[in-house]
């Protein structure tokens, strides 16, 4: 497949995440759990008859990183599904999809990566663009708040994902790195559902196809690809095409859910996706 390929193919899986999970009355890690359990089980096979000898040859201490980057995704998935069930689509994908500003902060103050003027601007556009959006939700209803908040958590937790596991992913080929990452958070968010007492069964069939959908589409066909294609494809254009995800799961959500953004988020949403391309632009990545 030709990387430059496989970003659409990745923007347009990613996208129908929202979606599936709106659609889905399960808890909030259970929907993270059954995402990542598939998502396991369905690259095992490929990761032993392709890159086996890659993933025994990984030392304990890439395992052990390996292992906290599935925690910081295992974290993401948690607070992200749950803000889904407090707020849109709109408001839950644009605040998640800011990731790139914490990123920015701490590769410039404490990696020492250097950040032009131009992402400085960005930041403040898109913090701009967050302040309008939360406004909003605060003086609509508390719940839609809550959401916000979840999503920011599981924003930094995204971002945490993303600085935790980029020299390493660089080294590691990619099935070995998700498949080792993936068994890692769905670890994590088992112990999660059980330290929580959220039910693990029995869930209806529709419910099981949406588990399943999670998995194959968003997840293999979406982060998975995203994380191949860095590898080949230059890593600002990779950025950049997060800015694709809020748009097209919002017009999704119109479709699908009848979801109409708020006055607020039509305003404040272009702010913080300008703010998020003058961040990407700036740092050069």
């Given amino acids: 497949m030709d990387p430059r390929t496989a970003i659409p193919i990745a923007i347009v899986s990613v996208s129908f995440a929202s979606i599936f999970i709106k659609w889905s009355d399960a808890p909030s890690l259970v929907i993270a759990f059954y995402r990542l359990a598939f998502a396991t ?4 096979v490929p990761t032993l008859v392709f890159q086996g000898r890659d993933l025994i040859r990984l030392s304990r201490k890439e395992v052990l990183i ?3 980057v599935g925690l910081a995704l295992a974290f993401h998935f948690g607070f992200w599904i749950s803000s889904l069930k407090y707020t849109s689509v709109a408001n839950s994908v644009i605040l998640v999809s800011t990731h790139p500003i914490p990123i920015a902060i701490i590769s ?3 990696l020492g990566e250097k950040t032009e003027r131009t992402a400085a601007v960005g930041i403040g556009v898109a913090l701009f663009g967050m302040v309008l959006i939360g406004v909003s939700d605060a003086a609509l209803t508390t719940e839609s708040l809550i959401g916000d908040i979840l999503a920011l958590v599981g924003m930094a937790a995204l971002a945490a994902y993303l600085l935790s596991g980029r020299r390493i992913r660089k080294k590691i080929p990619i099935l070995p790195y998700a498949f080792v990452v993936y068994v890692a958070a769905t670890a994590f968010l088992l112990v999660g559902c059980l330290a929580f007492a959220t039910p693990l069964y029995p869930y209806d069939q529709r419910e099981w196809v949406l588990f399943l959908a999670l998995a ?4 293999i066909f979406g982060h998975t690809l995203y994380n191949w294609a860095l590898r080949y494809v230059a890593a600002l254009l990779v950025s950049a095409s997060i800015l694709a995800e809020p748009i097209l799961s919002s017009i999704l959500a119109y479709l699908l859910l009848s979801e109409v953004p708020s006055a607020f988020v039509i305003l404040g949403g272009p702010l913080v996706l300008a703010g998020i391309f003058l961040v990407v632009y700036g740092r050069g990545d």
């Fill in 216 to 219: 194959v589409i968003p997840m």
């Fill in 108 to 110: 410039h103050r404490w």
């Fill in 66 to 68: 390996l292992t906290l």
């Fill in 41 to 44: 089980l369905i690259l095992l």
